[in-house]
């Protein structure tokens, strides 16, 4: 089978991520191209691939490029996403697929249009406590699940934010610790359940973080559709990025994560799921809440775009997850319960809509 060409467009943090999953993955995808409009970026990425590298759009076009990597900040994830498809290139985008369910829209209709593929990084879900415990909950091994719980405490100071130009605030973020950090918690619950939200009912404050405007703590119920309650807890203003916390409580037993170590109960036994050894060349440079799974998840996108296959994580799973946020924001805003589907607003402030775009 041929070799892929890739690029990434934004070699901020989580490239490293990228870095090491395109050394491991090099027998199937070869990185032609790295851009980022900060040009020391982009040349430390691509030289030691032997890749070009470039400031502008324009950097990617005419290199028959298969597949690009969009690690951006979050405004800019549907802009690009659609304008790379209509260039001819399939998209991999970093979480969120968007800040809003309308951009999420048009990029749906942007690849439908366009042909091309089009995937959003959720690497948690490629975990291997994650697989098993979603086998196990859809097999019923649990019973009905009656509830789910998670709890993220992690560390956000001021040095996180300071030197960004997006980073904590609504316009380029699309919000705090929802959308950024707790996104995969919201995801693996949803995920792992296999049941679609009927409701939610949240709220989002700003306890610790004084010169930002997006939030810093959130708390919420959510019902889905099999009746299943998930109660959320979320901020990142703890003293330390202590491992998350997820639970499903079945009538038979129950199961979670404690990060990405999971374990489960049966008939009064705890059994727990090993992590799988760390890959040689592995991503030990890169904090260990992002786990492992990036290589999985680009490998398993290679292969649809190779294959022509569905894409795993895709568009609509993307839209899926942000639907849970935003209608936590929405909630709160409106302090009622939002019952899906709902009309999106994007956001200016702590509770304030923004009622023209920027
Ligand atoms: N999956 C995960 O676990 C995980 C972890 C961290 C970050 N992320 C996601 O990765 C994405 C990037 O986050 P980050 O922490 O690396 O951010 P970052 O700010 O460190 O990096 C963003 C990079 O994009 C570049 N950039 C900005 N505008 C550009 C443009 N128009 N063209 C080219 N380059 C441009 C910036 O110069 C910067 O180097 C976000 O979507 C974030 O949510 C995901």
């Not at 991520?17 to 050394?23: D, E, L, Q």
């Not at 993955?25 to 851009?35: H, N, P, R």
């Not at 959720?122 to 091994?141: K, N, P, W």
């Not at 202590?242 to 409580?249: D, K, R, S």
Request: hydrophobic residues 35%; glycine residues 8%.
């Amino acid at each position: 089978m041929r070799k892929l060409r890739i690029a990434i467009m934004g070699c901020g943090r989580i490239s490293a991520s990228y870095a090491a999953a395109f050394r491991q993955l090099c027998e199937t995808a070869e990185l032609v191209c790295a851009v980022d409009t900060d040009l020391s970026k982009a040349r430390a990425f691509a030289e030691p691939f032997g890749a070009s590298y470039g400031t502008r759009f324009e950097d990617l076009e005419g290199k028959g490029i298969d597949v690009l990597h969009l690690c951006l900040p979050h405004y800019l994830h549907a802009p690009m996403a659609v304008r790379a498809m209509e260039a001819g290139m399939h998209v991999l985008t970093e979480k969120p697929v968007a800040m809003t369910l309308q951009e999420a829209d048009r990029m749906a209709e942007a690849e439908k249009r366009t042909g091309k593929k089009l995937g959003v990084i959720f690497q948690t879900r490629y975990e291997d406590s994650v697989i098993t415990l979603r086998r196990m909950i859809r097999e019923g091994a649990f019973g009905r699940i009656l509830s789910a719980r998670s709890f993220l405490t992690w560390n956000r100071p001021y040095s996180y934010y300071e030197g960004s130009d997006w980073k904590g605030t609504w316009e380029r973020e699309g919000g705090g610790v929802l959308i950024d950090q707790a996104i995969h918690s919201i995801d693996r619950v949803r995920h792992m359940l296999g049941s679609e939200v009927e409701w939610i009912e949240g709220s989002i404050h700003n306890h610790c973080h004084d010169r930002l405007l997006v939030e810093d703590s959130a708390e919420a119920a959510i019902r889905f559709r099999d009746g299943c309650i998930y109660s959320l807890y979320a901020c990142n203003s703890y003293a330390d990025d202590v491992p998350i916390y997820l639970e499903f409580f079945g009538e038979k037993g129950r199961c979670g994560l404690r990060q990405d170590v999971g374990f489960y109960e049966l008939e009064g036994t705890v059994h727990t799921i090993p992590v799988a050894a760390q890959q040689p060349g592995g991503l030990s440079a890169t904090p260990s809440y992002w786990g492992e799974s990036h290589p999985k998840q680009l490998l398993d996108f290679y292969h649809s775009v190779l294959s022509d296959l569905p894409v795993a994580v895709d568009v609509t799973e993307g839209r899926r997850t942000l639907e849970i946020i935003k209608g936590i924001y929405l909630s709160s805003l409106k302090r009622e319960r939002i019952y899906l589907p709902f009309e999106d607003v994007s956001y200016c402030g702590l509770n304030q809509i923004r009622t023209q775009e920027p």
